[in-house]
């Protein structure tokens, strides 16, 4: 640093000379200021033009002595500015020995804090980082306030520097800005037009949520309807369309297998070809909600700091209207079942999974024990997708009676304005538990529309055994099937929802350890 500020001295002195040899010049040179008065003064053809006429000897004795008087006036100035870049110099080599003893004393402290054989942990270098930071630059102030009014110019330069050296400091110690693409899995639906419309609607930042389309199937019409938001999109065409050999009895399945194989290279051009950290997963027929983009923000620092959790899902299994409070939009769930349906996954959970992927059924295979490992996922009270595809290749199934009457959300939730450390297991798991079982015991009869029962909850339905949990599910509307024993929106074999505008848990037992894989 002193060596550039000695180079722009050395830059200033030359320039010095030169400017006052130029000057000299044209002092020399310049017509004098005639008097005012008859002839026009010194203006050209005036009777005193170049002081010729009448007294002209003294005329340029006077000329010679203003001309002095000048130079010497310029001089003076000269000087000056020569002395203010001399302290200017001082200054910055005073701020650079006041941060180097600052930096040492930092240094002593920490040393005599830590112990001589005690080593800072990683986040601890960052925080004295910061301290290292903040401690010159009150030096800098309090130095750079005593430059001359002249200099204000380089003291706007030395705060921008600061300020800089801050901006980088402060990314590197909040999080950054991360990249959080979303794929959209397409095959022969025209209709993903009504997805993307939304997508593009809500995005807000193409440079922080790309969209990448992955189209299976090779449909023109459908390529051409992707193909018309030009740039908008990243289009990807899935290269292998043939059939895939399959056993006699899972020829109705072909679809399933496809769409397994397709999930494979999609994923693998994310993480492996685009390099991504994270991705959000939709499929062709869902449309999103206004704060789709902002709640996946929001919850990606959760997911990536909680190894208890692997999925952030924007779906809500048991969402219908009626069965979610519809004040608690902000209201967010753990759930040991894997949701689907727009959800999003790190990098690290694709190099786990991606080896052993199976050939089709991938999301009943990722309910398996051995693929969730005891992991769960993050779930809102209110969905933020919903599916328009009544048609595919699972043919309609749950749709008509549960899937089309999913409640999306309409009101946007600043979540990234929110605190969600609530959903850390440690944290979530004592409170979860507390409310469940200390809210009171009730029979289904109890919460019907004329039941005795009264008080705005929460409640608590009990069930035992597989078939009770059936006959409850289906008595309370809510999903009633079990993947591996557990429930569709299920946590700690808990399912919580709303009936006739009270909460209600349909709950296991008090001590519940772990499901039951016979109960599928």
Same mark, same amino acid.
């Given at each position: 640093?002193?060596?550039?500020?000695?180079?722009?001295?050395?830059?200033?002195?030359?320039?010095?000379?030169?400017?006052?040899?130029?000057?000299?010049?044209?002092?020399?040179?310049?017509?004098?200021?005639?008097?005012?008065?008859?002839?026009?003064?010194?203006?050209?053809?005036?009777?005193?033009?170049?002081?010729?006429?009448?007294?002209?000897?003294?005329?340029?004795?006077?000329?010679?002595?203003?001309?002095?008087?000048?130079?010497?006036?310029?001089?003076?100035?000269?000087?000056?500015?020569?002395?203010?870049?001399?302290?200017?110099?001082?200054?910055?080599?005073?701020?650079?020995?006041?941060?180097?003893?600052?930096?040492?004393?930092?240094?002593?402290?920490?040393?005599?804090?830590?112990?001589?054989?005690?080593?800072?942990?990683?986040?601890?270098?960052?925080?004295?980082?910061?301290?290292?930071?903040?401690?010159?630059?009150?030096?800098?102030?309090?130095?750079?306030?005593?430059?001359?009014?002249?200099?204000?110019?380089?003291?706007?330069?030395?705060?921008?520097?600061?300020?800089?050296?801050?901006?980088?400091?402060?990314?590197?110690?909040?999080?950054?800005?991360?990249?959080?693409?979303?794929?959209?899995?397409?095959?022969?639906?025209?209709?993903?037009?009504?997805?993307?419309?939304?997508?593009?609607?809500?995005?807000?930042?193409?440079?922080?949520?790309?969209?990448?389309?992955?189209?299976?199937?090779?449909?023109?019409?459908?390529?051409?309807?992707?193909?018309?938001?030009?740039?908008?999109?990243?289009?990807?065409?899935?290269?292998?369309?043939?059939?895939?050999?399959?056993?006699?009895?899972?020829?109705?399945?072909?679809?399933?297998?496809?769409?397994?194989?397709?999930?494979?290279? @999609?994923?693998?051009?994310? !993480?492996? *070809? &685009?390099?991504? =950290?994270?991705? +959000?997963?939709?499929?062709? $027929?869902?449309?999103?909600?206004?704060?789709?983009?902002?709640?996946?923000?929001?919850?990606?620092?959760?997911?990536?700091?909680?190894?208890?959790?692997?999925?952030?899902?924007?779906?809500?299994?048991?969402?219908?209207?009626?069965?979610?409070?519809?004040?608690?939009?902000?209201?967010?769930?753990?759930?040991?079942?894997?949701?689907?349906?727009?959800?999003?996954?790190?990098?690290?959970?694709?190099?786990?999974?991606?080896?052993?992927?199976?050939?089709?059924?991938?999301?009943?295979?990722?309910?398996?024990?051995?693929?969730?490992?005891?992991?769960?996922?993050?779930?809102?009270?209110?969905?933020?997708?919903?599916?328009?595809?009544?048609?595919?290749?699972?043919?309609?199934?749950?749709?008509?009676?549960?899937?089309?009457?999913?409640?999306?959300? @309409?009101?946007?939730?600043? !979540?990234? *304005? &929110?605190?969600? =450390?609530?959903? +850390?297991?440690?944290?979530? $798991?004592?409170?979860?538990?507390?409310?469940?079982?200390?809210?009171?015991?009730?029979?289904?009869?109890?919460?019907?529309?004329?039941?005795?029962?009264?008080?705005?909850?929460?409640?608590?339905?009990?069930?035992?055994?597989?078939?009770?949990?059936?006959?409850?599910?289906?008595?309370?509307?809510?999903?009633?099937?079990?993947?591996?024993?557990?429930?569709?929106?299920?946590?700690?074999?808990?399912?919580?929802?709303?009936?006739?505008?009270?909460?209600?848990?349909?709950?296991?037992?008090?001590?519940?350890?772990?499901?039951?894989?016979?109960?599928?």
């Amino acid at each position: 640093m002193v060596r550039k500020k000695g180079s722009l001295i050395l830059c200033g002195a030359f320039l010095f000379v030169a400017w006052n040899a130029l000057l000299l010049l044209f002092l020399w040179g310049r017509p004098p200021i005639g008097r005012l008065g008859e002839g026009g003064g010194a203006e050209p053809g005036g009777r005193e033009e170049w002081g010729v006429g009448k007294g002209g000897g003294s005329n340029l004795a006077g000329e010679v002595i203003r001309l002095a008087e000048e130079v010497e006036s310029e001089l003076e100035t000269q000087k000056k500015l020569l002395k203010q870049i001399q302290s200017h110099r001082s200054l910055w080599e005073q701020q650079k020995e006041l941060g180097k003893r600052e930096l040492e004393q930092q240094k002593e402290e920490k040393k005599e804090q830590s112990g001589p054989e005690q080593k800072s942990p990683p986040p601890q270098k960052l925080s004295s980082l910061e301290n290292d930071r903040k401690s010159p630059n009150v030096g800098l102030d309090s130095i750079v306030s005593q430059v001359p009014e002249s200099k204000q110019g380089t003291k706007v330069e030395a705060e921008k520097k600061e300020a800089t050296f801050h901006t980088k400091v402060d990314v590197t110690e909040a999080s950054p800005q991360v990249v959080i693409p979303v794929l959209v899995i397409a095959c022969d639906r025209v209709t993903v037009k009504r997805s993307l419309d939304k997508l593009i609607q809500y995005r807000p930042s193409p440079e922080l949520h790309p969209i990448i389309v992955s189209q299976d199937c090779g449909h023109a019409e459908t390529a051409r309807v992707i193909g018309s938001y030009g740039s908008q999109v990243k289009h990807l065409s899935q290269p292998e369309i043939s059939d895939i050999p399959v056993r006699p009895e899972h020829r109705k399945f072909q679809g399933y297998y496809k769409i397994a194989r397709h999930y494979r290279w @999609a994923l693998n051009q994310v !993480f492996r *070809t &685009l390099s991504y =950290s994270t991705v +959000v997963i939709v499929e062709d $027929d869902l449309e999103v909600a206004p704060d789709f983009f902002e709640y996946f923000r929001a919850l990606y620092p959760i997911l990536r700091s909680d190894p208890s959790l692997w999925c952030v899902s924007a779906w809500n299994d048991n969402g219908r209207d009626g069965l979610v409070d519809p004040g608690r939009a902000d209201l967010l769930y753990r759930t040991d079942f894997f949701p689907g349906l727009g959800w999003m996954l790190l990098k690290e959970l694709w190099d786990e999974l991606e080896p052993k992927w199976p050939k089709a059924f991938w999301d009943d295979w990722m309910r398996q024990p051995e693929q969730r490992r005891e992991r769960s996922c993050v779930r809102p009270e209110v969905s933020r997708t919903m599916t328009f595809g009544r048609k595919g290749v699972s043919l309609g199934q749950f749709f008509d009676q549960y899937l089309r009457y999913i409640k999306l959300n @309409a009101e946007f939730v600043p !979540f990234t *304005t &929110l605190d969600l =450390s609530y959903l +850390v297991r440690d944290k979530y $798991d004592e409170k979860f538990e507390k409310e469940v079982y200390v809210a009171p015991l009730v029979k289904v009869e109890e919460l019907h529309q004329g039941g005795s029962l009264k008080g705005a909850g929460p409640f608590r339905v009990q069930y035992s055994s597989r078939d009770s949990f059936k006959v409850l599910a289906r008595n309370l509307g809510v999903m009633d099937d079990l993947k591996s024993g557990v429930p569709r929106a299920g946590y700690r074999g808990v399912v919580s929802f709303f009936s006739r505008g009270r909460r209600v848990y349909l709950a296991p037992p008090e001590g519940w350890t772990h499901y039951d894989t016979t109960w599928s």
